[in-house]
Nanobody, 120 residues
């Protein structure tokens, strides 16, 4: 059994900052990439940022320079530090972790999502 849980999020004014965390727990024998996605009302889910097991990072153009993704491999946790937030950053933020089982097979696990609302 594997559980992926996000925390953080909430309501913030434009220009403000917010931090998200996502922790994976359960039968984990390694985690490859850990990603943050978001979904705004009426829009498709989009990749915001990703980080590999070695720490290589990628960001959506819309968040470059404002968001920072990091991870703590010892805690199976990924973080998203968001600053200079804009109303268009509003949405449900989801964490996805590519987790290896005891047989070394990799499967994606998603969190339940956490709401981020940026007021203008």
């Amino acid at each position: 059994q594997v559980l992926v849980e996000e925390s953080g999020g909430g309501l913030v004014q434009a220009g403000g900052s917010l931090s998200l965390s996502c922790a994976a727990s359960g039968s984990i024998f390694g985690i490859d990439s850990m990603d943050w996605y978001r979904q705004a009302p009426g829009k498709q889910r989009e990749l915001v940022a990703s980080i590999s097991s070695s720490g290589a990072r990628n960001y959506a153009d819309s968040v470059k320079g404002r968001f920072t993704i990091s991870r703590d491999n010892a805690k199976n946790t990924v973080y998203l530090q968001m600053s200079s937030l804009k109303p268009e950053d509003t949405g449900v933020y989801y964490c996805k972790a590519a987790i290896r089982n005891i047989l070394r097979y990799v499967r994606d696990y998603w969190g339940q999502g956490t709401q981020v609302t940026v007021s203008s």
